[in-house]
């Protein structure tokens, strides 16, 4: 069992990867045609809205609306007007800040939920643990479109109405199942020896899980970090459902909410607001590409 | 090792009554209830619980502030003579369909690509993905711009070009505001279809073609033959996944339209964020969540059936 998860983990990034293939055969002319030709428009289609993003949040309020006197795909005198109003005159700083909170937060809580319940499901082996494993990936499945109305009542019962604490405490039902099937994916592939050697020694489960299974596993728990801290970034429907007043939002729901005021001139604030609210992800995800990518992957092949 | 954990209690109860904590010690079923316990206390307070709740909102009359009662089905029959509530029911198959279908084409189509060997691959491939890292609000409110009925970039562009005469009303007409949604949506769907298809095909071993070529196969008898079989249960399970979540899309068309123009982009979701949470018809709004269950049944019967397959490919013994 063990071979077989290395089996299907290991062979992404091996020899294939920059071998040239059979990629000789074809002539450049050819080449050009069937794939940078191809693969130009897509990343050019891809990457349109971020540019058209950032040279919005830089454009003066003149060049914005004037579309005869100035090019509208380029900026003559750009500005940080956008940003600083952004930063200064408005709540938003407060709102990254709820966003940072709630995403630490819930990924915290979902993280160590999820190491406890992963190792217990692949290595505890206790009565009825592939019944849990398979009902934790169903609940991997249930939207959050259909849960936020009764979730509503919960919350508004519990009395966390209108607090960030609530969204921290939903959350982790999105990113739980999520994180338990990626980690039980890497758990699987440690050797039961290990564990094995620990016992004898007198280790308590405690011990081995704290001390050999997670130093171990930390390639995986940093996808799980990463990719639960997106979801949680790009959480929305919660969000908008819980929170009612306006310091308490987060990024999301307040660039919905609070810039849209009919004014002519609020593009600018706008698409500087979606800008510096994309801006902490797409740094985060510069750094770790592999992790997040074997984090996406991992999640559907397990 | 297993068995030395759980036989021993059970061999030295003869001998000397060992006591209860040291029994429950060395039990795994013990032990594993304390390890899943946080887990299985968020899964089941803010998961389990309001799916059960909620199904029981959906047959009674609570409004925000006011306790509701069992009236049945009556919600149900209240939808079933709501053209709104078909008409929703119609937009989102319409959008799911649409959207997932071309999510699919162009994501397996830029997979392939992205396969191929060429420059810069690991900092293209890496590119790609942006779309589906930056939240989707925050896309989705540079597309707002981008679809504005007067400063769009489209018409302006196409205008020049002597294409058309007119502004575009991107979201102000019914079916420029469908196309422009499902557009938003693919936009940010293909990046997740192909990066997965791409770790599938990673997997796919090169000396297959290259005996395929030795044979005279043509690329798209390759493709046929050999990747798309190959590729199958992974394009199975992405797929689910893609259809899951484009049909209980909801931020995307909040964003954009919030259903508008005359409900043309209301989805179920949007509809009972709009009856149960802005009109304060809790019941009826659960209903309509209520309603979308069965889809998702569906879907996931499908995935299941993916994965069986995948097993029966595989060999018994895959996890």
Redesign the interface.
Known sequence: MTDSALQTKAPAPTATDDSEGMSYLESLPRRLITLYLPLFIILVVLLFPFYWMVLTSIKPDEQLIDMEKFNPFWVVHPTFKHISKLLFETQYPRWLWNTMYVAVGATFLSIAASVLAAYAITRLRFKGADTVGILIFFAYLVPPSILFIPLASVIQAYGLFDSPLSLILVYPTLLIPFSTWLLMGYFKTIPYELEECALIDGASRWQILVKIIVPLAIPGLISAFIFSFTLCWNEFIYALTFLQSTPNKTVPVAIVNEFVDGDIYKWGSLMAGALVGSLPLVILYAFFVEHYVSAMTGAVKE | ??TVQTSMPVQAAAAGEPSLWSRLRAN??W???W??????A??I???????G??IW?SFTD?RIGREGVFIGLENYQWLWDDAIFWLSVFNTILYTLIASVIKFA?GL??AL??N???PF?AM????????F???????A???W??Y?AQ?S?IS?SLIRLGLIEHNINFLGDSNWARGSVIFANV?RG???VA??LL?GL??V??SL??AA?LDGATNWQRFRYITYPLLTP?IA??MT?SV??TF????LI??LTRGGPVNATHL??TL??QR??ISGR?GE??AI??A??PF?LA??AI?WFGMQRRKWQ?GS???
């Not at chain 2, 307070?45 to 799916?51: C, D, G, S, T």
């Open positions: 090792m297993s795994r079923n032990a594993a209830l390890f899943m316990l946080p887990a299985a968020f899964l307070l803010f998961l389990a619980y309001p799916l709740l909620g909102m609570e162009i189509y830029l690509l992205l191929r060997h060429m691959k293209i491939r890496s590119i790609v993905l942006i779309p890292i930056v939240p989707t609000v925050l896309s409110i540079a597309f711009w981008i504005d400063f970039i302006w936009w293909v990046p997740f990066i997965t770790a990673q997997t071993s090169p073609y290259e070529t992974i399970v992405v996944f899951l979540f209980t899309d909801f931020q909040w964003a179920m979701a009972s964020y149960g949470i809790l709004g659960a969540a209520t979308m269950i998702l879907a996931i995935s595989q013994n895959n996890d």
